[in-house]
T-cell receptor
Framework: KNQVEQSPQSLIILEGKNCTLQCNYTVSPFSNLRWYKQDTGRGPVSLTIMTFSENTKSNGRYTATLDADTKQSSLHITASQLSDSASYICVVTLFGANNLFFGTGTRLTVIP | GAVVSQHPSWVICKSGTSVKIECRSLDFQATTMFWYRQFPKQSLMLMATSNEGSKATYEQGVEKDKFLINHASLTLSTLTVTSAHPEDSSFYIC????????????FGEGSRLTVL
């Protein structure tokens, strides 16, 4: 069964600290993996997209890693800011199809 | 970057009426658009996949006669919630898949529906 699981479900960190969010998937065959940031009441915004051959990709203070062998991805946020408070969603695409599989998201709260 | 526009961003309607939500890809062609529903503090739930010029594919448990989807052009898809009831109140989001390149997926800003 194709699934995407994210952990932790929620996370609270102090402003300026780093954090890492996890995404494990069983989707196969795999096409790509995306990380999105969703502010409350807004649509998701893409942070990174990674294909099978990519191990790491950065977007400012966001760095995503992918291990296609273990089917794991992580999103590392450096020097967190209050504006990083949001839900972070991992989405995996099935190869050769339009099928997308969504994780349940990690709700991050950054406090002063 | 690519922009997907949803309209209206919020709507309040009476029970029994129908509501139409538009999803437009403003600067790219999208052969495929997706419609999602999101309840508070929950993740996105895919409702249906819409391909331009053909019938939408609905996810299990989603009533196609309740949620009418039309994808008449490469830049526009519409979701009509027919005979809306209070339990249909939710946040509806669309996404459009860029026809070229990596098939990047862009989301709209969402439409909040409240049925009284």
């Amino acid at each position: 069964k194709n699934q995407v699981e994210q952990s932790p479900q929620s996370l609270i960190i102090l402003e300026g600290k780093n954090c890492t969010l996890q995404c494990n998937y069983t989707v196969s065959p795999f096409s790509n993996l995306r990380w999105y940031k969703q502010d409350t009441g807004r649509g998701p915004v893409s942070l990174t997209i990674m294909t099978f051959s990519e191990n790491t990709k950065s977007n400012g203070r966001y760095t995503a890693t992918l291990d296609a062998d273990t089917k794991q991805s992580s999103l590392h946020i450096t020097a967190s800011q209050l504006s990083d408070s949001a839900s972070y969603i991992c989405v995996v695409t099935l190869f050769g199809a339009n099928n997308l599989f969504f994780g349940t998201g990690t709700r991050l709260t950054v406090i002063p | 970057g690519a922009v997907v526009s949803q309209h209206p961003s919020w709507v309040i309607c009476k029970s029994g009426t129908s509501v139409k939500i538009e999803c437009r890809s403003l600067d790219f062609q999208a052969t495929t658009m997706f419609w999602y529903r999101q309840f508070p503090k929950q993740s996105l739930m895919l409702m249906a996949t819409s391909n331009e010029g053909s019938k939408a594919t609905y996810e299990q448990g989603v009533e196609k006669d309740k949620f009418l989807i039309n994808h008449a052009s490469l830049t526009l898809s519409t979701l009509t919630v027919t005979s809306a009831h209070p339990e249909d109140s939710s946040f509806y989001i669309c996404s459009a898949r860029w026809a070229g390149g990596t098939g990047e997926l862009f989301f709209g800003e969402g439409s909040r529906l409240t049925v009284l």
